[in-house]
């Protein structure tokens, strides 16, 4: 099992422009989340997913999109990139949603908004 | 709404000794206090879970206590090694809503 997979692990943007942050897990979860992780500020929920077509907004979802048209793929979608959005994504997974069910990260996205 | 704080930002011990990291909640009990462990660069990953209804829980040098009465959580590590550096993230578990995590405690383990 490869667990959850992201792409890319880095990535520079311009003030405007959008770019897909890119999440598959492997695990046949079917809860999918987006965490931004700023320094010092813990991780703070973007987005999550409750199963293929099913999304919700978390703490901090302005700025964002998300889609979930497969069990494996939850794609962030960053429509005008500003530099508040320079930060570490993470996107995460598990089987139910807490009642004791762990959560699976994976490696991480750096993006940096210029 | 429904807070978790890890109230030091950071802690340095002597390799050897016990680390004691800190994680409080406000309101009502979760039903679970996750742990997780962050590596720079990297992803967090569990490490383990405690329920309301236990008082402790271990796992090789891992000790996780949950005190209702004074709405915290101790997360030790018994005979710390410079290999327990790393960030360490308590988590709120409500049971049916998304978890809750806390800003961290980065340890250092010094040799």
């Known amino acids: 099992n490869a667990g959850v997979t992201q792409t890319p692990k880095f990535r520079i943007l311009k003030i405007g422009q959008s770019m897909t942050l890119q999440c598959t897990q492997d695990m046949n979860h079917n809860y999918m989340y987006w965490y931004r992780q700023d320094p010092g500020m813990g991780l703070k929920l973007i987005y999550y997913s409750v199963g293929a077509g099913i999304t919700d907004k978390g703490e901090v979802p302005n700025g964002y999109n998300v889609s979930r048209s497969t069990t494996e793929d939850f794609p962030l979608r960053l429509e005008l990139a500003a530099p508040s959005q320079t930060s570490v994504y993470f996107c995460?997974?598990?089987?139910?949603?807490?009642?004791?069910?762990?959560?699976?990260f994976g490696p991480g996205t750096r993006l940096t908004v210029l | 709404s429904q807070k978790i704080e890890q109230n030091s930002e950071a802690l340095n011990i002597q390799e050897g000794k016990t680390a004691t990291l800190t994680c409080n909640y406000t309101?009502?009990?979760?039903?679970?206090l996750q742990w997780y462990r962050q590596d720079p660069g990297r992803g967090p990953v569990f490490l383990l879970l405690i329920r309301e209804n236990e008082k402790e829980k271990r796992k090789e040098r891992l000790k996780v206590t949950f005190d209702t009465t004074l709405k915290q959580s101790l997360f030790h590590i018994t005979a710390s090694q410079p290999a327990d550096s790393a960030t360490y993230l308590c988590?709120?578990?409500?049971?049916?809503?998304?978890?809750?995590f806390g800003k961290g405690t980065r340890l250092s383990v010094i040799a």
């Open positions: 309101n009502y009990s979760p039903a679970y």
């Open positions: 988590a709120r578990d409500s049971g049916n809503t998304p978890l809750v």
């Open positions: 995460a997974s598990s089987y139910g949603e807490g009642r004791g069910n762990e959560q699976f």
